[in-house]
């Protein structure tokens, strides 16, 4: 690697050799080229109009060794400190959940229940919020939105914050540092969303080394049936939401009939609806508080 690095080579051979060297990745020129124009700082629509140029020394030590990180399989989000969603970039790092381009499905299910009411103050309590991408998209495009965002882990308020800041709806976001099974949530509120951990324990050493190498267990592991949450928040979003309130959560593809049956037999929702994924998963449970 360092004989690569000292030598002058252009920026597509830089990008076949690192290719090469990822073929055990799922998809290696992808990540080849996000790490090249990261070391670069430039964007990948750039990078693409120069295959030509050469690299200088500290951009050519800079791709090698975040190649040689994601040759252990350390997600490119945790080497760029960056992840996309919802068009939108949000910083990322180990101590919270990457967020997933199927999340994005939670975020417009929400939306379209409360696109015909924008002007009233929508108020939102997102659980277990990781990075803060459900509760900062959603303050973005409910621009009167009111959020409550907790997370029992400090270091991943402190990305969420950080994020927030960035998409300036800060002011508009209550971070609470508590536990989802903890705390007396403040009430009542319109919308309740979550994307909480829902990985069935023993199946955590099942997933890819990127997510059970790098990421947080305590964002993936749901319990010895990968349920332990929905349990938990769906009797109390109900206490917690106005009459016909929407609670909206996503859940691991084989989850849809155990999340059905807990919110039926609470006798508490009307309106369940299971919506599926971009790959055609079932990926998102939605239901309307009815009053008791
Ligand atoms: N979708 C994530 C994964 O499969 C899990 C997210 C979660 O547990 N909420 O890696």
Not at 109 to 122: E, G, M, N, T
Not at 124 to 141: F, H, R
Not at 216 to 222: I, K
Request: hydrophobic share 40%.
């Amino acid at each position: 690697m360092e004989v690569l690095a000292g030598t002058k080579m252009t920026l597509s051979s830089y990008l076949e050799w690192a290719q090469h060297k990822l073929a055990e990745v799922a998809s290696p020129r992808l990540d080849a080229e996000v790490l090249m124009a990261h070391s670069l700082d430039i964007s990948r629509t750039v990078l693409m109009a120069y295959p030509e140029r050469f690299l200088n020394r500290i951009e050519a030590e800079k791709f090698c060794s975040s190649i040689e990180r994601r040759v252990l399989r350390e997600p490119v989000s945790h080497i760029t400190g960056i992840q996309e969603f919802w068009s939108l970039e949000f910083a990322v790092n180990d101590k919270v959940l990457t967020p997933r381009p199927e999340t994005e499905i939670l975020v417009a299910q929400c939306l379209k229940a409360f696109a015909k009411i924008p002007s009233s103050p929508v108020k939102i309590l997102d659980l277990g919020t990781g990075s803060g991408i459900l509760a900062i998209v959603l303050a973005k495009e409910l621009s009167q939105s009111l959020v409550t965002a907790i997370d029992n882990s400090a270091q991943s308020l402190e990305v969420a914050r950080e994020n927030a800041l960035r998409h300036a709806v800060a002011e508009r976001i209550n971070f609470v540092s508590a536990s989802l099974l903890e705390t007396d949530w403040q009430r009542p509120y319109h919308l309740i969303v979550s994307n909480p951990p829902y990985i069935e324990s023993e199946n955590l050493s099942k997933c890819m080394p990127e997510v059970w190498q790098y990421e947080p267990t305590q964002a993936l592991d749901g319990g010895r049936d990968g349920l332990d949450y929905y349990r938990f928040i769906v009797p109390m979003a109900w206490e917690k939401l106005e009459e016909n309130g929407l609670l909206a959560l996503e859940i691991g593809h084989t989850q849809a009939e155990a999340v059905v049956a807990l919110m039926e037999s609470s006798k508490r929702y009307k309106g369940i609806q299971v919506v599926q994924d971009y790959s055609g998963y079932d990926r998102v449970v939605l239901a309307r508080t009815v009053n008791g």
